[in-house]
């Protein structure tokens, strides 16, 4: 008959992980070893007894890994929008930085793991958001996060360095004939939201997103906006969104489709615009672009993104005279003077600026031609 396996004291097999669960010196000690190797987490448990033994005795401050702070990071961030890619980054940086102490995780240290990225052909964009989740990680435990002697997890922050972007592509604002041939191309559902962007300058998780319950009518202007709750927002705060007659229209098609969110196909949400349809569109858009329009197709619009969609709003508001001050609410950017209070004669301010984007696309003049900048 084979011997019954006791459990290892202090640690716990938890989806095919052993986590540490132990009472030391009258403190419970919870924590991932993430590992799945029994001797390893034996040792890390061990390293930990050792950790808070100093700390009891001598007052000395206990070490904690990056695995440790990464794990905490994503236990109090569980309402994050970015809470998956967050996810991924940290499984990817781990098997660098999973086991260092937060003093040794530094540029030099990170060293490795971009030369990895880059050798596997990943972007300095991509590679830069996986920085920012330790940079951010760091920044918390030297300010924020304190240990059982109520010191920081970590005395300084070290400097993260981002990588270059040596082909960073610049943005690509659209003329009016330029989004005339591409949105011809766009599937219906596709096409309305690009025309909604073009018109609010929405983010495009923010136009998926965007929920009937978040519309707001002011009958003082006779017109409604659409608050976006700071949840569902990049910069962290509410976004109120003012609609001028074209996406005035756009709504208006919409409307009594679907009882929850504004944009649908087929009577189910659209999660996102730019897909396999927005590409096929693109192709077939700069196979007619010299034919239509008499000039050789620019490499900007064979690579037309969603968010040059935003870019065009903002070129729009500029061109048609919109101050930087009522620029920055209607493309919703982050400022100190932005409050998350509108008065009716300050909305009615902000859709009349948005009114002026349409007012270009009425003329029979060629008011917002795009100069652009040589390669």
Known sequence: ????????????????????????????????????????????????????????????????????????????????????????????????????????????????????????????????????????????AARLWRDETHRPWLPVAPLIQMQRHPRAREPYPLSIAEQSLLFSELADHLAAMALFKVNTGLREQEVVNLHWQWESHIPELGASIFVIPRDYVKNGLDRFVVLNRIARSVIASCRGRHREFVFTCD???????????????????AARYERELGRPCPAGFRSIRVHDMKHTYGHRLRVAGVNFEDRKLLLGHKAQHITTHYSAPEIGALIEASEKVCELESRTSPPISVVRTRA
């Open 267 to 285: 009577g189910r949400p659209v999660t996102r615009i730019y897909n396999s349809g927005w590409k096929a569109a693109r192709r077939r858009a």
């Open 1 to 140: 008959m084979a011997p019954i396996q006791r459990r290892p004291p202090g640690l716990l097999l938890r989806g095919g992980v052993w986590h540490i669960d132990k009472v030391i010196y009258g403190k419970r000690i919870c924590a991932s070893t993430g590992t799945r190797d029994l001797t390893e987490a034996q040792a890390l448990l061990a390293r930990r007894v050792t950790q808070a033994r100093q700390v009891h005795l001598f007052g000395e401050q206990r070490e904690h890994t990056f695995r440790e702070a990464g794990s905490k990071f994503l236990a109090e961030n569980q309402h994050k929008r970015s809470l998956e890619r967050d996810q991924r980054a940290l499984a990817i940086l781990d098997p660098f930085i999973g086991a260092l102490p937060l003093q040794r995780v530094h540029h030099d240290t990170l060293a490795p793991y971009i030369r990895s990225r880059l050798g596997q052909g990943r972007s300095p964009g991509t590679i830069n958001r996986d920085l920012s989740v330790v940079r951010r990680i760091l920044n918390l």
